[in-house]
C-alpha cells in the first residue's frame, strides 16, 4: 500500500505568513492527490484534488503543485480562518485503500 | 441537494453492539462508492474501507477488516458501519464519505457520528 508523509506535522505562524505544506509517497502516484482541511469539530473540506487543481469556491491564495511522490500545498497568505489540520490524501488506488497523511495543524503564533 | 446525513451520537459500553448509519441523498445512490473514515481523539484520519451500494461490493482496510461490517440498504438510500463487540478503543468520531473516483477526491462528508465507548 502507498504510506503518505506530512510534514510538519505542526506550523506555528502569524496572520500573513506563507506557509508550506508537503506531502511525500512511498510509491509514485502521479498527480492523485487530494489535500483537505478540516477545523475544530466538523468533517474535513477539500480544497485542491489533482494535486494541484483548486475546488470551486476554495480562495486562490491556497495552491498545490507537485507529482510522482512529492507535494506540496501552499497558503499564500495566512488568514485568520485557515488555522486549522490539513491532510493530504492519496487517490490513486480508487476505490481503495485512499490513505491519508498524518495532517498537519497550523496554529496562530 | 446533494448530501449524506449521520444518525447522532452513541454512548455504549464494551462488549455491545452497534449500527450507526449515513442516509445519502441528491443523488443515485448506487452510482459511487461510500467510504467510511475514523478519527480517533486528537488523531488523524483513518481509512476503513468502502461500498458500492449499486451491488454491495465492500472492501476493507486490513486494520479493520473483521473488526466492523459495511453494509447498505437500496431501499433506504443508507449505508451502515456496524460493530458486533465494540472495545474502548472504537470510542472514535466516524465519517462518511464520497470519493468522486480518479483524481478527484472526496467531495462529500457526512456531518460526523462519535461513537463513546465506556463501562
Known amino acids: 500500500d502507498v504510506q503518505l508523509t506530512q510534514s510538519p506535522s505542526f506550523v506555528s505562524a502569524f496572520v500573513g505568513d506563507r506557509v508550506t505544506i508537503t506531502c511525500r509517497t512511498s510509491?509514485?502516484?502521479?498527480?492523485?492527490l487530494a489535500w483537505y482541511q478540516q477545523k475544530p469539530g466538523k468533517a474535513p473540506s477539500l480544497l485542491i484534488y489533482?494535486?494541484?487543481t483548486l475546488q470551486p469556491g476554495v480562495p486562490s491564495r491556497f495552491s498545490g503543485s507537485g507529482t510522482g511522490t512529492e507535494f506540496t500545498l501552499t497558503i499564500s497568505s495566512l488568514q485568520p480562518e485557515d488555522f486549522a489540520t490539513y491532510y493530504c490524501?492519496?487517490?490513486?488506488?480508487?476505490?481503495?485503500?485512499?490513505?491519508f497523511g498524518g495532517g498537519t495543524k497550523v496554529e496562530i503564533k | 441537494e446533494v448530501q449524506l446525513v449521520q444518525s447522532g451520537a452513541e454512548v455504549k459500553k464494551p462488549g455491545e453492539s452497534l449500527k450507526i448509519s449515513c442516509k445519502t441523498s441528491?443523488?443515485?445512490?448506487?452510482?459511487?462508492?461510500i467510504a467510511w473514515v475514523r478519527q480517533m481523539p486528537g488523531k488523524g484520519l483513518e481509512w476503513m474501507g468502502v461500498?458500492?451500494?449499486?451491488?454491495?461490493?465492500?472492501k476493507y482496510s486490513p486494520s479493520f477488516q473483521g473488526q466492523v461490517t459495511i453494509s447498505a440498504d437500496k431501499s433506504s438510500n443508507t449505508v451502515y458501519l456496524q460493530w458486533n463487540s465494540l472495545k474502548t478503543s472504537d470510542s472514535a468520531m466516524y465519517y462518511c464519505?464520497?470519493?468522486?473516483?480518479?483524481?478527484?477526491?472526496?467531495?462529500?462528508w457526512g456531518q460526523g457520528t462519535m461513537v463513546t465507548v465506556s463501562s
Open positions: 464519505a464520497r470519493p468522486l473516483g480518479g483524481w478527484f477526491g472526496i467531495d462529500l
Open positions: 441528491g443523488y443515485k445512490f448506487g452510482s459511487r462508492w
Open positions: 461500498i458500492y451500494p449499486g451491488d454491495s461490493d465492500t
Open positions: 510509491q509514485v502516484i502521479h498527480s492523485y
Open positions: 489533482a494535486a494541484s
Open positions: 490524501q492519496q487517490l490513486y488506488n480508487y476505490p481503495t485503500p485512499l490513505p
